[in-house]
């Protein structure tokens, strides 16, 4: 089982990225590490399926010493299988870095995750000061954020007010209706599900004058990430306001609490509802002068502080001077709702192999030693009783895809 080698790689200190899948987001988050890494991904669910989480982890153990490799980078957010028992099997002689661009969303889960890692790069502000209170070293560091990408374009801005994204999420339904209701033109670009390239999408920003961003979350349930959350939305920040800054166009957000820390007064103009959203707009699109002020501060503090060399400058720099051993003194108290969200996402992508299956299951029970023989068996109960209805749920989704 052998990792493809990324085209891009040049000489310098190699490092393996352990990534979910193939996504286009692993192609920005390759392109950022390869400034000062060769990067060796592994793409983790095709090998599971095939031939589980103990050759996974074989496998890259053994990469590690044949590569050489200094680092590993494991970006594997809303895959919980990945765990903190999972991290602490990796060879301790290379620096772990946990990178996760929805922390906002699963702070819950990958707070436990991350107490065998030496770093964690997230793209939350806010989280990066969360992991540092715990006393995990913690930096920003955004995904799409590429000055050899997202550019400026020397184009006459043709276009008012540009949204792209999923129209549907949150509040955003809101938001649209009263844009309607009072005459706004709201340009959409891939609409909902259907993104845009990135050639695309560059031309877009770069054709609006104003990209309008919204922060509040879809509805934080069991479907979307695995984790309990007491509150039903949160308001993170988006990548959307980098995108639009390294373009040179003046983007206006809805209020994160993000914001300002990353931002000063008049960067990011933002709004808490849809009268204020919609005056912004107008006074915006009405006085070129502004505009032009607010497009030339953001892009000035973006490609200052926020472009990808300068964030992989930082992160080398934090790097070479952390210790790989700190994280082997963190005490930490794995509760049962995490192991049970880990072991569900474990036996999900094994569920076709019984021998895996049954793995899976001793090797968690051996290993949960922090809980009582009682609570063990309640919680292994629970889980057989889960996976009976899982594998029930999946056979009748084929036979009803099968009849249609």
């Given at each position: 089982m052998s990792m493809p080698e990324h085209s891009s790689i040049r000489e310098a200190q190699i490092c393996i990225l352990l990534l979910k899948s193939k996504t286009r987001w692993?192609?920005?988050?390759?392109?950022?590490?390869?400034?000062?890494?060769?990067?060796?991904?592994?793409?983790?669910?095709?090998?599971?399926?095939?031939?589980?989480?103990?050759?996974?982890?074989?496998?890259?153990?053994?990469?590690?010493?044949?590569?050489?490799?200094?680092?590993?980078?494991?970006?594997?957010?809303?895959?919980?299988?990945?765990?903190?028992?999972?991290?602490?099997?990796?060879?301790?002689?290379?620096?772990?870095?946990?990178?996760?661009?929805?922390?906002?969303?699963?702070?819950?889960?990958?707070?436990?995750?991350?107490?065998?890692?030496?770093?964690?790069?997230?793209?939350?502000?806010?989280?990066?000061?969360?992991?540092?209170?715990?006393?995990?070293?913690?930096?920003?560091?955004?995904?799409?954020?590429?000055?050899?990408?997202?550019?400026?374009?020397?184009?006459?801005?043709?276009?008012?007010?540009?949204?792209?994204?999923?129209?549907?999420?949150?509040?955003?339904?809101?938001?649209?209706?009263?844009?309607?209701?009072?005459?706004?033109?709201?340009?959409?670009?891939?609409?909902?599900?259907?993104?845009?390239?990135?050639?695309?999408?560059?031309?877009?920003?770069?054709?609006?004058?104003?990209?309008?961003?919204?922060?509040?979350?879809?509805?934080?349930?069991?479907?979307?990430?695995?984790?309990?959350?007491?509150?039903?939305?949160?308001?993170?920040?988006?990548?959307?306001?980098?995108?639009?800054?390294?373009?040179?166009?003046?983007?206006i957000s809805e209020y994160s609490p993000a914001i300002p820390l990353l931002f000063g007064k008049g960067e990011v103009p933002t709004f808490r509802n849809p009268e204020e959203c919609a005056q912004m707009i107008e006074e915006l699109l009405s006085d070129d002068d502004q505009l032009e002020e607010v497009a030339s501060k953001l892009y000035d503090t973006v490609t200052q502080r926020f472009e990808d060399s300068v964030i992989m400058t930082n992160v080398m720099r934090v790097l070479r001077r952390l210790s790989t051993e700190a994280k082997d003194t963190r005490i930490v108290i794995i509760p049962s709702q995490y192991s049970k969200i880990s072991l569900r996402g474990r036996l999900r992508q094994v569920s076709t192999k019984p021998s895996e299956v049954i793995k899976e299951l001793r090797d968690w029970y051996l290993g949960n030693g922090g809980a009582t023989h009682p609570s063990r068996l309640s919680m292994l109960g629970g889980t057989l009783i889960w996976f009976v209805y899982f594998l029930t749920k999946e056979r009748i989704q084929k036979w009803t895809s099968a009849s249609e």
């Open positions: 692993a192609d920005h988050l390759i392109r950022k590490l390869s400034l000062e890494f060769s990067v060796f991904p592994i793409y983790a669910l095709p090998q599971i399926r095939e031939y589980g989480f103990g050759a996974l982890l074989k496998n890259l153990n053994q990469e590690i010493v044949g590569r050489g490799a200094s680092c590993v980078f494991f970006s594997v957010d809303f895959f919980p299988s990945i765990d903190v028992r999972f991290i602490q099997g990796v060879n301790p002689s290379v620096k772990k870095v946990f990178v996760t661009f929805d922390d906002c969303v699963l702070h819950p889960f990958n707070s436990i995750s991350v107490a065998r890692c030496d770093l964690v790069l997230t793209a939350d502000p806010i989280s990066v000061l969360k992991y540092q209170e715990k006393g995990v070293p913690a930096e920003y560091f955004p995904l799409e954020s590429s000055a050899e990408i997202y550019k400026p374009a020397v184009v006459k801005k043709k276009q008012g007010v540009l949204f792209f994204g999923v129209r549907t999420k949150g509040n955003r339904p809101k938001y649209f209706e009263y844009f309607k209701e009072r005459g706004i033109a709201i340009k959409v670009a891939g609409v909902d599900s259907n993104f845009l390239n990135l050639d695309d999408l560059v031309q877009e920003i770069n054709n609006a004058k104003i990209v309008l961003n919204f922060s509040q979350t879809d509805r934080l349930d069991a479907n979307v990430s695995d984790v309990f959350h007491a509150y039903d939305k949160l308001f993170q920040f988006k990548g959307r306001i980098i995108e639009a800054g390294l373009c040179r166009t003046a983007c």
